[in-house]
């Protein structure tokens, strides 16, 4: 049922709870007993099954768990319906379908493999969160939430100094706008209100250090970002609420380096031979490609705007 990733999503934000909905009647039920869901023509649709769905998240709500079950319920019961149909057709002989369900298979398998190579990851200590709870003033103690307006400017990295140059003057994006215009450089306007752990995490700190009314300058990808603090707000976290978040944060970090790391120990291992118009890889093909956030940030010192500009009151509307 992939068709509607929102659906998926809903899917798993609903989650173990199940178990507590479907155990929780008498002992001698025949449904709980056999397991048994729902029959649908001649198949069934198991607890199981519900609780493999559900169990990606918790639900927290006997209210919710109850409702959640039926969902998910009603979901499996479409697609029994559909595979029924799909045998029916012996679809499950089409070339495409089994080649689809062998693709499915090895990313189950390499996933398993994944997941058990990362559950070797050790727990952070408590003074390990603590260090890094203190390293990251910008996400706890000192948080934030911005209100960001931002020029996404199409431009290599050539024209970052002629900008930076520019920018070395107290503008406002109302300005800077019509600058790029005469320049003739492409760009599109956006604002945003985000606290700033839903920023990415190599721009954090450089939006940081910008006060209400500054801009910086941010590289990301093929263009250049300006970003201009419109507004922002203190809403810090304490030590005892960030513990369970930087626990889950240090530990999800152990399991993707130890799984890179054994996938590096394999490729290394491995005999690999790269045959017809893959026989010659470039060198920097044969390696993978490196997350977008590991491109370290290059932020223009923060430029004051003047202040009580009409123009950025009416918001981004004109800049486009």
């Known amino acids: ?20 909905a479907c155990g ?22 198991s607890v199981h099954q519900i609780n493999q769905v559900m169990q990606r998240t918790n639900v927290t ?21 559909l595979v029924q149909q799909a045998l029916d057709k012996k679809l499950d002989r089409d070339p495409r379908t089994l080649q689809a369900i062998e693709a499915a298979r090895r990313e189950v398998l390499s996933r398993a493999y994944l997941e ?16 890094y709870y203190e390293a990251h003033p910008e996400l706890f103690s000192e ?30 994006l109302q300005q800077l706008a019509e600058w790029l215009r005469s320049e003739n450089v492409r760009f599109s306007a956006n604002a945003v ?31 250049i970002l300006v970003l201009e603090v419109a507004a922002s707000r203190s809403a810090p976290v304490d030590e005892k609420a960030a513990q369970p978040i930087i626990e889950q944060f240090l530990l999800n970090q152990r399991k993707t ?33 490196a997350p977008a956030s590991a491109t370290e940030p ?12 009409n123009a950025i009151d009416k918001g981004l509307s004109g800049l486009k």
Do not use: C, W
């Open 1 to 20: 049922m992939s068709h509607h990733a929102g659906r998926a999503l809903t899917l798993s934000i609903l989650a173990a709870a199940v178990l507590a």
């Open 24 to 45: 929780g009647g008498d002992s001698g039920d025949k449904k709980t007993a056999t397991q048994v869901a729902a029959k649908v023509n001649g198949g069934e649709v």
């Open 61 to 81: 709500s006997p209210e919710q768990a109850k409702t959640a079950s039926r969902q998910v319920l009603e979901r499996l019961i479409d697609q029994e319906l």
């Open 116 to 131: 058990q190579v990362s559950a070797a990851a050790s727990k952070p200590t408590e003074s390990e969160i603590k260090a």
């Open 143 to 172: 948080r934030r939430i911005f209100n960001l307006r931002e020029l996404s400017i199409q431009a290599g990295p050539e024209f970052a100094p002629k900008l930076q140059a520019y920018m070395a003057e107290p503008r406002n």
């Open 193 to 223: 209100t985000k606290p700033a752990e839903q920023l990415p995490l190599e721009m954090v700190k450089n939006i940081h250090q910008l006060k209400d009314g500054q801009m910086g300058m941010v590289r990301s990808g093929n263009a």
């Open 257 to 289: 380096e130890l799984a890179k790391a054994e996938v590096k120990n394999l490729r290394e291992k491995g005999k690999i031979e790269y045959m017809g118009e893959f026989s010659a890889p470039e060198p920097a093909a044969a390696e993978p490609a």
């Open 298 to 309: 290059a932020v223009a010192a923060p430029t004051e705007a003047p202040a009580n500009d």
